[in-house]
T-cell receptor, first 114, second 112 residues
Framework: DVKVTQSSRYLVKRTGEKVFLECVQDMDHENMFWYRQDPGLGLRLIYFSYDVKMKEKGDIPEGYSVSREKKERFSLILESASTNQTSMYLC?????????????FGDGTRLSIL | GDSVTQMEGPVTLSEEAFLTINCTYTATGYPSLFWYVQYPGEGLQLLLKATKADDKGSNKGFEATYRKETTSFHLEKGSVQVSDSAVYFCALGISGTYKYIFGTGTRLKVLA
């Protein structure tokens, strides 16, 4: 079974801090994704990566950046955290092979910015 | 643009009732369609998928049929259990990209 592991289940940070969310997958998947999940809004894509050192903006990239130095690891960075970034963050991975390939999700990080 | 619309919840049913959660989509090209389930405190898990028109995806007693003529992918189960209580997300994979679009989710609560 594919395992996608997010480093923290719960995180509390202060406004203005630089925040790192880490995600690791163990199935050699090429594609990795970061979403945020908010009530009534579903999942919104922040960034995704289809290869090491490659990244593309999703629908809501403002205030975030990402890093993919190794195939198995995809980091989300909040450059200067703000209260409107309080949310559930979900990491996912998938194999390249067209849209038939489903995404595999981690358990999420619930981030609170005070 | 591409979009997914699913029925708002919460949906509350008694055990052994029939379940339908509606999902319709707008897409160019030929998307793949997915249903994911999210149990409390967990991430999303793939429940079933369909990759072309008239395909039926099924898993754990749940079914959904890819209907191109009505642009729908409704989720059904003949007899729900308390353990099916969760949030269900309809999603589509966008042709020519790596992107997926998710619906807003439908919370299902099954009472014993």
């Amino acid at each position: 079974d594919v395992k996608v592991t997010q480093s923290s289940r719960y995180l509390v940070k202060r406004t203005g801090e630089k925040v790192f969310l880490e995600c690791v997958q163990d199935m050699d998947h090429e594609n990795m994704f970061w979403y945020r999940q908010d009530p009534g809004l579903g999942l919104r894509l922040i960034y995704f990566s289809y290869d090491v050192k490659m990244k593309e903006k999703g629908d809501i990239p403002e205030g975030y950046s990402v890093s993919r130095e190794k195939k198995e690891r995809f980091s989300l960075i909040l450059e200067s955290a703000s209260t409107n970034q309080t949310s559930m963050y979900l990491c996912a991975s998938s194999r390249t092979g067209g849209l038939n390939q489903p995404q595999h999700f981690g358990d999420g990080t619930r981030l609170s910015i005070l | 643009g591409d979009s997914v619309t699913q029925m708002e919840g919460p949906v509350t049913l008694s055990e052994e009732a029939f379940l339908t959660i509606n999902c319709t989509y707008t897409a160019t090209g030929y998307p793949s369609l997915f249903w994911y389930v999210q149990y409390p405190g967990e991430g999303l898990q793939l429940l079933l998928k369909a990759t072309k028109a008239d395909d039926k995806g099924s898993n754990k007693g749940f079914e959904a049929t890819y209907r191109k003529e009505t642009t729908s992918f409704h989720l059904e189960k003949g007899s729900v259990q308390v353990s099916d209580s969760a949030v269900y997300f309809c999603a589509l994979g966008i042709s020519g990209t790596y992107k997926y679009i998710f619906g807003t989710g439908t919370r299902l609560k099954v009472l014993a």
